[in-house]
């Protein structure tokens, strides 16, 4: 079975661009979330899809970081405009909504704003 | 507010050894404490998962610990090989109700020849 497929894996961006990351989940999967995971902050919880609904957006992150499911097999995360302090890995992960609960995590994409 | 708190930050064990992580929630409403395991590079994946009704979960050399009257849960490793360096994360959940995931900060391991 196929994992969690993230592109890109690095992404380079000028501050002010717009980017937009890609996710693929497990076939089957339910719930899709995106994170991200810097080495100051952790993994934060950017946005959280049941069935392709939004159900979390992530709070703070809502002004410049928009998550869409447009099938259940494929979502996307822009981020616009982009800073240099978004700089940081973003992880997309895949569960069965019903368990087992193991979410399944991409590789992710690095990104870097200069 | 950091709702899984993990401890230490990084650890250094000799192979052989045995490495404990440790971690402390405050949700009462967790119910589900997995740990996950992060190579460089990689996402994280799962590493080994508790359910609140269990107080031990044991998997080849790894083993979770977790005591719903402190809030505390552990993990342990025996034999800790070179291969077990990564960072570890545990979390916590609330199933059937959120599902959304709490991580802890992580733990940086290394285990040195």
């Known amino acids: 079975d196929a994992g969690v497929t993230q592109t890109p894996r690095h992404e380079v961006a000028e501050k002010g661009q717009t980017i937009i990351l890609k996710c693929e989940p497990v076939s089957g999967h339910n719930d899709l979330f995106w994170y991200r995971q810097t080495k100051i902050q952790g993994l934060e919880l950017l946005s959280y899809f049941r069935s392709k609904s939004l159900m979390e957006d992530g709070g703070a992150f809502k002004d410049r970081f928009k998550a869409e499911m447009l099938n259940s097999s494929f979502s996307t995360l822009k981020i616009q405009p982009t800073e240099p302090k978004d700089s940081a890995v973003y992880l997309c992960?895949?569960?069965?909504?019903?368990?087992?609960?193991?979410?399944?995590f991409g590789p992710g994409t690095r990104l870097t704003v200069l | 507010q950091q709702q899984v708190r993990q401890s230490p930050q990084s650890l250094t064990v000799w192979e052989g050894g045995t490495t404990v992580l440790t971690c402390s929630y405050e949700d009462s409403t967790f119910n589900y404490f997995p740990w996950y395991q992060q190579f460089p590079g990689e996402g994280p994946a799962l590493l080994i998962s508790i359910l609140s009704v269990s107080d031990k979960k044991e998997d080849g050399r790894f083993t979770t610990f977790f005591n719903k009257r402190e809030k505390k849960l552990s993990l342990h490793i025996i034999d800790s090989q070179p291969g077990d360096s990564a960072t570890y994360f545990c979390a916590a959940s609330a199933i059937w109700g959120n599902e959304k995931i709490t991580f802890g900060a992580g733990t940086k391991l290394t285990i040195k020849p």
């Open positions: 992960a895949s569960s069965f909504h019903w368990g087992p609960y193991e979410q399944y």
